[in-house]
Protein backbone atom coordinates (compact mmCIF):
# COMPACT_ATOMS: atom_id res chain seq x y z
CA UNK A 1 0.00 0.00 0.00
CA UNK A 2 1.36 3.66 -0.75
CA UNK A 3 1.79 5.86 1.45
CA UNK A 4 -0.92 8.77 1.38
CA UNK A 5 1.68 11.65 2.43
CA UNK A 6 4.06 11.02 -0.64
CA UNK A 7 1.46 10.29 -3.36
CA UNK A 8 -0.16 13.73 -1.53
CA UNK A 9 2.90 15.29 -2.50
CA UNK A 10 3.55 14.02 -5.80
CA UNK A 11 0.14 15.41 -6.89
CA UNK A 12 0.81 18.35 -5.20
CA UNK A 13 4.16 18.65 -7.40
CA UNK A 14 2.69 17.80 -10.21
CA UNK A 15 -0.27 20.41 -10.07
CA UNK A 16 2.28 22.76 -9.45
CA UNK A 17 4.07 22.42 -12.96
CA UNK A 18 1.15 22.33 -14.31
CA UNK A 19 0.20 25.85 -12.86
CA UNK A 20 3.58 27.17 -14.07
CA UNK A 21 3.15 25.56 -17.74
CA UNK A 22 -0.76 27.16 -17.50
CA UNK A 23 0.50 30.04 -16.92
CA UNK A 24 3.18 30.54 -19.34
CA UNK A 25 0.54 29.45 -21.57
CA UNK A 26 -1.71 32.05 -20.83
CA UNK A 27 1.10 34.58 -20.87
CA UNK A 28 2.29 34.11 -24.34
CA UNK A 29 -1.32 33.56 -25.69
CA UNK A 30 -2.17 37.57 -24.42
CA UNK A 31 1.16 38.83 -25.54
CA UNK A 32 -0.04 37.31 -29.33
CA UNK A 33 -3.41 38.46 -28.90
CA UNK A 34 -2.69 41.90 -28.28
CA UNK A 35 0.04 42.37 -30.78
CA UNK A 36 -2.36 41.15 -33.53
CA UNK A 37 -5.05 43.50 -32.29
CA UNK A 38 -2.30 46.33 -32.50
CA UNK A 39 -2.09 45.12 -35.85
CA UNK A 40 -5.13 45.22 -36.49
CA UNK A 41 -5.80 48.42 -35.05
CA UNK A 42 -2.95 50.23 -37.21
CA UNK A 43 -4.14 48.46 -40.19
CA UNK A 44 -7.89 49.68 -39.62
CA UNK A 45 -6.53 53.20 -38.82
CA UNK A 46 -4.33 53.16 -42.03
CA UNK A 47 -7.11 52.02 -44.36
CA UNK A 48 -10.17 53.72 -43.03
CA UNK A 49 -8.58 56.59 -40.83
CA UNK A 50 -10.48 56.38 -38.00
CA UNK A 51 -9.15 54.54 -34.42
CA UNK A 52 -10.87 51.15 -33.11
CA UNK A 53 -12.80 51.81 -30.00
CA UNK A 54 -12.21 49.35 -27.61
CA UNK A 55 -14.97 47.87 -25.34
CA UNK A 56 -16.28 49.86 -22.60
CA UNK A 57 -14.70 46.86 -20.20
CA UNK A 58 -11.24 47.75 -21.39
CA UNK A 59 -10.35 50.89 -19.84
CA UNK A 60 -7.10 51.22 -21.24
CA UNK A 61 -5.02 50.04 -24.24
CA UNK A 62 -1.70 52.16 -25.28
CA UNK A 63 0.70 50.68 -27.43
CA UNK A 64 3.69 52.29 -28.86
CA UNK A 65 3.21 52.94 -32.30
CA UNK A 66 5.95 51.24 -34.97
CA UNK A 67 7.81 53.21 -37.44
CA UNK A 68 5.27 55.06 -39.36
CA UNK A 69 5.58 55.21 -42.95
CA UNK A 70 5.81 58.85 -44.36
CA UNK A 71 2.15 60.19 -46.08
CA UNK A 72 2.38 59.70 -49.95
CA UNK A 73 2.80 63.40 -50.95
CA UNK A 74 -0.15 64.61 -53.44
CA UNK A 75 1.78 65.39 -57.02
CA UNK A 76 2.44 69.50 -57.30
CA UNK A 77 1.15 71.02 -60.45
CA UNK A 78 3.64 73.48 -61.84
CA UNK A 79 2.39 76.61 -63.73
CA UNK A 80 4.56 78.74 -65.26
CA UNK A 81 4.52 82.64 -63.20
CA UNK A 82 1.87 81.55 -60.80
CA UNK A 83 3.75 81.63 -57.28
CA UNK A 84 2.26 78.72 -54.86
CA UNK A 85 -0.28 80.63 -52.11
CA UNK A 86 1.22 80.97 -48.54
CA UNK A 87 -0.83 78.89 -45.89
CA UNK A 88 -3.20 80.79 -44.09
CA UNK A 89 -1.63 80.55 -39.96
CA UNK A 90 -4.30 79.31 -37.31
CA UNK A 91 -5.40 81.84 -34.52
CA UNK A 92 -3.79 80.87 -31.69
CA UNK A 93 -5.76 79.45 -28.76
CA UNK A 94 -5.43 79.82 -25.41
CA UNK A 95 -4.28 77.18 -23.26
CA UNK A 96 -7.11 77.15 -21.08
CA UNK A 97 -9.77 76.75 -24.18
CA UNK A 98 -7.45 74.18 -25.86
CA UNK A 99 -7.46 72.16 -22.76
CA UNK A 100 -11.24 72.72 -22.67
CA UNK A 101 -11.81 71.88 -26.42
CA UNK A 102 -9.81 68.67 -25.34
CA UNK A 103 -11.54 67.60 -22.54
CA UNK A 104 -14.71 67.76 -24.27
CA UNK A 105 -13.88 65.59 -27.25
CA UNK A 106 -12.65 62.93 -24.64
CA UNK A 107 -16.07 63.16 -23.27
CA UNK A 108 -17.72 63.05 -26.37
CA UNK A 109 -15.70 60.03 -27.12
CA UNK A 110 -16.55 58.44 -23.60
CA UNK A 111 -20.60 59.36 -24.69
CA UNK A 112 -20.59 57.40 -27.88
CA UNK A 113 -18.47 54.45 -26.35
CA UNK A 114 -21.34 54.24 -24.01
CA UNK A 115 -24.08 54.52 -25.94
CA UNK A 116 -22.59 51.90 -28.80
CA UNK A 117 -22.32 49.40 -25.22
CA UNK A 118 -26.05 50.15 -23.94
CA UNK A 119 -24.89 51.24 -21.08
CA UNK A 120 -26.34 54.58 -18.90
CA UNK A 121 -25.49 57.85 -20.31
CA UNK A 122 -26.65 60.55 -18.11
CA UNK A 123 -23.75 61.17 -16.27
CA UNK A 124 -21.58 61.15 -19.28
CA UNK A 125 -24.43 63.28 -21.22
CA UNK A 126 -24.10 66.35 -18.10
CA UNK A 127 -20.12 65.92 -18.18
CA UNK A 128 -20.43 66.72 -22.01
CA UNK A 129 -22.92 69.54 -21.49
CA UNK A 130 -20.93 71.44 -18.61
CA UNK A 131 -18.03 71.31 -21.21
CA UNK A 132 -19.86 72.63 -23.56
CA UNK A 133 -20.59 74.78 -21.11
CA UNK A 134 -17.27 76.23 -20.20
CA UNK A 135 -15.92 76.44 -23.42
CA UNK A 136 -18.69 78.89 -24.54
CA UNK A 137 -17.90 80.98 -21.06
CA UNK A 138 -14.15 80.85 -21.70
CA UNK A 139 -14.60 81.78 -25.37
CA UNK A 140 -16.89 84.94 -24.45
CA UNK A 141 -14.61 85.95 -22.15
Known sequence: MSDPISE?????????????????????????????????????????????????????????????RPAPKAAVKK??????????????????IAALIKKLAGAKAKLEAAKVAGTPTKNLEDKVYELEDDLRLAQSA
Request: aromatic residues 8%.
Open 8 to 68: YQRWKQQGQDLRANAKQAIEQRFRELLTEAVHLSEEYKSDFGKVLVPPPAVTAFRYKAGAK
Open 79 to 96: TAGVAPAKPVAAPKVEPA
